[in-house]
């Protein structure tokens, strides 16, 4: 598709466990970013990577979270040791360039920890 | 610290009228950007506008455009001859002057917003 592919779709997971997520950008896109949205409230900010490093991780909530895109393109969120806190939709999101703030959305990852 | 508040939770309008969503904002920053985002049922987030804080002019995009009062803080969404599809979430978000080559933003709790046949 021509869109944000974000797998799975919902995922639902027994307290201490560990969690990847993964998310595949528009193709070309060099900036991803990942939030997390809770139950009522807007997006919050986790990570943002331009090619293959992390640029600002300033967003990730404790060391339990961590971020990769080794090849600039495809991004797992892994989370390690998951709380119930941790149920969310994370959001995953892309752009061609920066600076423009039009950023392209997947339909996200619900989390639910039990 | 940014903050972006949105003090509509709900609002019911009838399909084919106007309809403003507030949004008032605060940052210490001369320069920042202001988005306002859409999020139907569907989960994903689908950008409406932007507007610079050195812009002149409101911004518009179609049926969208933004009431950027600076002295007050604010920048509501207007749609206008609202349609049934508008029924959504509605987020204002802002980014500022140490975020630009960095989509960084904060958004507000949002706005659900009916069309009413």
């Known amino acids: 598709g021509a869109g944000v592919s974000q797998t799975p779709s919902n995922k639902v997971t027994e307290k201490g466990k560990y969690v990847e997520l993964r998310c595949d950008p528009i193709s070309g896109h060099t900036a991803l970013y990942w939030y997390r949205q809770s139950l009522g409230q807007g997006p919050e900010f986790l990570i943002y990577f331009q090619g293959t490093g992390a640029a600002d991780d300033s967003g990730l909530p404790n060391d339990r979270f961590f971020a990769v895109r080794p090849e600039g393109s495809v991004s797992t969120l892994k989370i390690q040791r998951t709380e119930r806190g941790d149920s969310a939709v994370y959001l995953c999101a892309s752009s061609l360039t920066v600076n423009t703030g039009e950023l392209f959305f997947g339909e996200g990852s619900r989390l639910t920890v039990l | 610290a940014q903050k972006i508040t949105q003090t509509q939770p709900g609002m019911f309008v009838q399909e084919k009228e106007a309809v403003t969503l507030d949004c008032t904002y605060d940052t210490s920053d001369p320069s920042y950007g202001l988005f306002w985002y859409k999020q139907p049922s569907s989960g994903e987030m689908i950008f409406l506008i932007y507007?610079?804080?050195?812009?002149?002019q409101n911004a518009t995009e179609g049926r969208y455009s933004l009431n950027f009062q600076k002295a007050r803080k604010s920048a509501n969404l207007v749609i206008s001859a609202s349609q049934l599809g508008d029924s959504a979430m509605y987020f204002c978000a802002m980014r500022d002057a140490l975020n630009f080559g960095n989509e960084k933003l904060t958004f507000g709790t949002g706005t659900r917003l009916t069309i009413i046949p």
């Open positions: 507007q610079g804080s050195y812009d002149q």
